[in-house]
């Protein structure tokens, strides 16, 4: 595990702490029980992270951190690629994705496909021949609208899924691509949550996106409530908000065309989302987006600031504010 002292999407030093975490190990999960896919997700992580990364401990402590630049909030320490490289083999070896699908299987797929290729389709021109390829796509579950309208549909996962009708697995990673393919739509759905290095993993897909090209980016809107119920350390490292995808994008030098957050399905039930439609042209740009602040749920930041403010400064704040009610009344009063 690496701690950082810069943010992960724009290098800067202003980093704000937010609150911390601790895990523990449960010494009682065997192999064998998470084998048999009995077990949590959150159980089925914890279990890999002390078993596989941090052998020799029982327990461990982690910050959440906001990057007042640009509004991210992010895990500190962070695994290394090797090791979440490690995690990801473990987690195919023990067959975890099918176990977990068979416990639990998607909902509502089409429905969210058909909502993508809708927001696509509106901002790009005909589709007849083009390609589309969904980056950790899975079963290409995403591409079923795109296909139906004459898209070539392409996968790269890290998994190898049993695949839709008219999907094509390409490898597990960029590196997997030729030089010099080219998509006309990429789609980066609920990955750069996950992602150790953000800027650098965009910029190294969208090498293969076309000129016109579009980049379609889906992530949970973290930095609602989610930042709240850290249960472990491997899945989500970044928990963003409009500001902060807006700004990771346009670090990779892409013009913002759509950006929205709505309640939206994924997987199993409907998640706050932010969406985010890019491309490589300069032209009409969207310029606006909703900041972390503004999305935050700030109720517990603020109980926990509230504890650590010195009893003077308190009573000085309320103070001010029956002050300025008082004011108001008075001025009404007259009026
Ligand atoms: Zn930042």
Redesign the pocket.
């Known amino acids: 595990m690496i701690t950082v002292y810069k ?1 992960p ?2 290098s ?1 030093d202003q980093l704000q702490f937010i609150r911390s975490y601790e895990v523990i190990r449960d010494s009682r999960l065997t192999r064998e029980e998470i084998r048999e896919g009995r077990q949590s997700y959150e159980n089925e992580m914890l279990w890999i992270f002390f078993n596989e990364i941090l052998p020799q401990e029982s327990s461990a402590g982690f910050r959440l951190e906001l ?1 007042c ?2 509004g ?1 909030i992010f895990l500190n320490p962070r695994p290394s690629d090797e090791e979440l490289h490690h995690v990801y083999k473990t987690v195919e070896d023990l067959d975890l994705p099918k176990k977990r699908r068979d416990r639990q299987p998607f909902l509502k797929l089409d429905k969210r496909a058909r909502r993508i290729y809708s927001v696509v389709s509106c901002l790009s021109s005909s589709s007849a021949g083009k390609k589309v390829l969904d980056y950790g796509g899975m079963h290409g579950q995403n591409l079923v609208s795109f296909v139906k309208n004459d898209f070539q549909g392409y996968v790269l996962d890290f998994l190898k899924f049993e695949l839709c009708p008219g999907v094509e697995y390409l490898g597990a990673d960029v590196c997997d691509l030729a030089e010099g393919q080219i998509f006309d739509v990429i789609l980066l759905n609920h990955v750069l949550e996950h992602a150790l290095q953000p800027v650098r993993l965009i910029e190294s897909i969208v090498k293969h996106l076309s000129q016109d090209g579009l980049i379609y980016v889906e992530v949970p809107l973290g930095c609602l409530q989610e930042w709240q119920l850290v249960y472990e350390p491997l899945t989500h490292q970044n928990f963003f908000s409009e500001e902060s995808c807006y700004k990771c994008l346009r670090m990779c030098g892409l013009d913002i065309l759509y950006i929205i957050t709505c309640n939206q399905w994924v997987y199993w039930d409907k998640t706050p989302c932010v969406n985010i439609v890019a491309c490589k042209r300069e032209g009409n740009t969207v310029s606006h987006y909703k900041t972390t602040w503004e999305q935050m749920d700030r109720s517990r930041y603020f109980w926990m600031n509230f504890k650590k403010t010195p009893r003077k400064q308190i009573k000085k704040t309320v103070k001010s504010v029956l002050s300025r009610i008082n004011q108001t009344c008075k001025l009404f009063w007259r009026i």
Do not use: D, Y
């Open positions: 943010c999407v724009c800067s990057c630049a640009c991210l």
